[in-house]
């Protein structure tokens, strides 16, 4: 079955910098990727996905990157703000929907 | 539109007592899913729903859960009986076939 890891668990910056998370999945077949913020004690809320007929996907200051012969996707988000403090998580699907383990990013003012 | 709604929010039971969560997906989505998410985790799938079909249980530990969705719209996940392992936030979602999955804010468990 599908297999997704993200690094880096924790990432610290200071507001106004930027912040990359990337994650790595198991199964070539796997065609949609979620990225999902989720703040403490609140649901996980889809922030940006992107499906494998497309390399970029960019919202604002939120963007996706896939490479889907490394199977590698990547969150990229310019100019943080103290509210994006949250933990983040990937996720890559095929029939199932797989979760990464999540990153904790503090965007200290 | 209203979003996915689970209750209850909060429980806490002694171990070897039974619980139930229910959920109310979101209008119209036919596929259903139940999570479970332990600390400093990403949500696991538990069990997926296809309108009232099971169609992906392979990780519900059946000896301990069930769960049902009759008429293809609620849905109830029970455990009986309840292991301190099972502390954990049980998240409901739903989504229209191919499209986002969208959350409910979970049921946190603590089974003490």
């Known amino acids: 079955g599908e297999n997704v890891e993200q690094h880096p668990s924790t990432l610290s910056v200071q507001e106004g910098d930027s912040a990359v998370i990337k994650c790595t999945y198991s199964?070539?077949?796997?065609?949609?990727f979620p990225w999902y913020k989720q703040e403490l004690g609140k649901r996980p809320q889809l922030i940006i996905d992107?499906?494998?007929?497309?390399g970029e996907k960019k919202d604002q200051r939120i963007a996706v990157t896939l490479n889907k012969t490394a199977k590698h996707f990547s969150l990229h988000i310019t100019e943080t703000q103290p509210e994006d403090s949250a933990v983040y998580f990937c996720?890559?699907?095929?029939?199932?929907?797989?979760f990464g383990t999540g990153t904790r990013l503090l965007v200290s003012p | 539109e209203a979003g996915v709604v689970q209750s209850p929010r909060y429980k806490i039971i002694e171990k070897k007592q039974p619980v139930a969560f229910w959920c109310n997906p979101i209008?119209?989505?036919?596929?259903l899913y139940w999570y479970r998410q332990n600390l400093g985790q990403g949500p696991e799938l538990l069990i997926r729903?296809?309108?009232?079909?099971?169609?992906?249980d392979s990780q519900l530990p059946k000896d301990r859960f069930s769960a049902e969705r009759l008429k293809g719209v609620d849905s109830t996940l029970k455990i009986q009986p309840a292991e301190l392992g099972d502390s954990a936030v049980y998240l409901c979602?739903?989504?229209?076939?191919?499209?986002?999955?969208?959350f409910g804010e979970g049921s946190w468990l603590t089974v003490v």
């Open positions: 979602a739903s989504s229209s076939t191919g499209n986002t999955i969208y």
């Open positions: 199964d070539s077949a796997s065609n949609y």
């Open positions: 992107i499906r494998s007929n497309v």
């Open positions: 996720a890559a699907s095929y029939q199932k929907l797989v």
């Open positions: 209008s119209g989505h036919n596929t």
């Open positions: 729903y296809e309108n009232e079909e099971a169609v992906d």
